[in-house]
T-cell receptor, first 115, second 112 residues
Framework: SAVISQKPSRDICQRGTSLTIQCQVD?????MFWYRQQPGQSLTLIAT?????????ESGFVIDKFPISRPNLTFSTLTVSNMSPEDSSIYLC????????????FGDGTRLSIL | GENVEQHPSTLSVQEGDSAVIKCTYS??????FPWYKQELGKRPQLIID?????GEKKDQRIAVTLNKTAKHFSLHITETQPEDSAVYFC???????????FGTGTRLQVTL
C-alpha cells in the first residue's frame, strides 16, 4: 500500500492561531480524505480533498474553518483556522484508489492541542 | 446520510476465547465494509474488508460476515491473543475509494 507521510506529528498551539497539516503520498492516489478523531472518540470525515478543485465538506465543517488544498495526486494540506480548545483532536489524512484500486489507508495523524 | 451503529462499546475476553463485534448500517447503497484496528497512539489499520457481493470472508483468525437484508455485519476473532487488544472500528461506504462512515468503536481487552 501507499506510504503516507503526515506533518507535523504533533503540535501545541495558542488559541486564535492557525496550523497547516501536510499529507504526502509516495504514489499517485485517486482519493484523499481528512478525518478528525476527538479524544477517545471515533473518526469523523471533515472533507474530501479534490485534485485541482474545491474540497467537498461534510455537514458541520466549513471551508473558512478548515481550508483544504490538493494541488496534485500525491499531496494535500488541511489548515485549522482560528483555533480554539475545542479543536484539540487528532487529524488524520487517508488515501485510496491509485494503481490496483487500494482501499483506504491512514497516515499517522497529527495530534493537535490548543491552549 | 449513512449511519453506522457498533456494539458493544467494550469487550473483555480471556486469551484463547472468541470475540464478536457487531455493526448495523442504514444506507442500502453502501456496498463496502472495512474493519480497522487502532492501537493506543497509533493510526487505524485496515485488518479485513468485505464487499456486498460476498457473505463471508476469512483471514486466519479473523472473519467478517455480512447480512445485506438485515444491514448487519460482524467481525469475529478466534483464539484471541493479548496483541489483539485494541479499539476496533467498523465502517461503511459505497466503494473502496469512497468516503467512510465509521461506527463508534469497540475497545477489546484480551486478558491472560
Amino acid at each position: 500500500s501507499a506510504v503516507i507521510s503526515q506533518k507535523p506529528s504533533r503540535d501545541i498551539c495558542q488559541r486564535g492561531t492557525s496550523l497547516t497539516i501536510q499529507c504526502q503520498v509516495d504514489s499517485q492516489v485517486t482519493m484523499m480524505f481528512w478525518y478528525r478523531q476527538q479524544p477517545g472518540q471515533s473518526l469523523t470525515l471533515i472533507a474530501t480533498a479534490n485534485q485541482g478543485s474545491e474540497a467537498t465538506y461534510e455537514s458541520g465543517f466549513v471551508i473558512d474553518k478548515f481550508p483544504i488544498s490538493r494541488p496534485n495526486l500525491t499531496f494535500s494540506t488541511l489548515t485549522v483556522s482560528n483555533m480554539s480548545p475545542e479543536d484539540s483532536s487528532i487529524y488524520l489524512c487517508s488515501v485510496a484508489g491509485g494503481s490496483g484500486g487500494q482501499p483506504q489507508h491512514f497516515g499517522d495523524g497529527t495530534r493537535l492541542s490548543i491552549l | 446520510g449513512e449511519n453506522v451503529e457498533q456494539h458493544p462499546s467494550t469487550l473483555s475476553v480471556q486469551e484463547g476465547d472468541s470475540a464478536v463485534i457487531k455493526c448495523t448500517y442504514s444506507d442500502s447503497a453502501s456496498n463496502y465494509f472495512p474493519w480497522y484496528k487502532q492501537e493506543l497512539g497509533k493510526r487505524p489499520q485496515l485488518i479485513i474488508d468485505i464487499r456486498s457481493n460476498v457473505g463471508e470472508k476469512k483471514d486466519q483468525r479473523i472473519a467478517v460476515t455480512l447480512n445485506k437484508t438485515a444491514k448487519h455485519f460482524s467481525l469475529h476473532i478466534t483464539e484471541t491473543q493479548p496483541e489483539d487488544s485494541a479499539v476496533y472500528f467498523c465502517a461503511a461506504s459505497t466503494g473502496t475509494a469512497s468516503k467512510l462512515t465509521f461506527g463508534t468503536g469497540t475497545r477489546l481487552q484480551v486478558t491472560l
